[in-house]
């Protein structure tokens, strides 16, 4: 069965880090796109980062940029969120996302055909 399965969410004060790791199981991801997509309370999914199949192309929320990256390991199958400088706004259930028909990444939530069950990050003043 393939699953993507994140880990390391958790609370936070602002400012401070966090880093999200998911991991592909059933299946190699090694060579597809994958990502991550966060939803805030009473708020759409939104796109957060997105890396292509060797790294070397990389997408990200304006809202992000400069202070989250996005990476993966190939040998360990699996992609990782590290989030800096972290804000209040950054309160969301995260999810990992793959799409295994495509080595290019995209912003498009329609484009991922794999999602994980979410991992809760708090973010607190």
Do not use: I
Request: glycine share 10%; hydrophobic share 30%; proline share 2%.
């Amino acid at each position: 069965q393939v699953q993507l399965v994140e880990s390391g969410g958790g609370s936070v004060q602002v400012g401070e880090s966090l880093t999200l790791s998911c991991e592909g199981t059933g299946r190699s991801f090694r060579d597809y796109a994958m990502g991550w997509f966060r939803q805030a309370p009473g708020k759409n999914r939104e796109f957060v980062a997105a890396t292509n199949w060797n790294s070397e192309t990389t997408h990200y929320a304006d809202s992000v940029k400069g202070r989250f990256t996005v990476s993966r390991d190939k040998t360990k199958n699996t992609v990782y969120l590290e989030m800096k400088r972290l804000k209040p706004e950054g309160t969301a259930v995260y999810y990992c996302v793959a799409d295994l028909r495509t080595v290019y990444a995209s912003a498009h939530k329609g484009k991922y055909d794999y999602w994980g069950q979410g991992t809760q990050v708090t973010v607190s003043s």
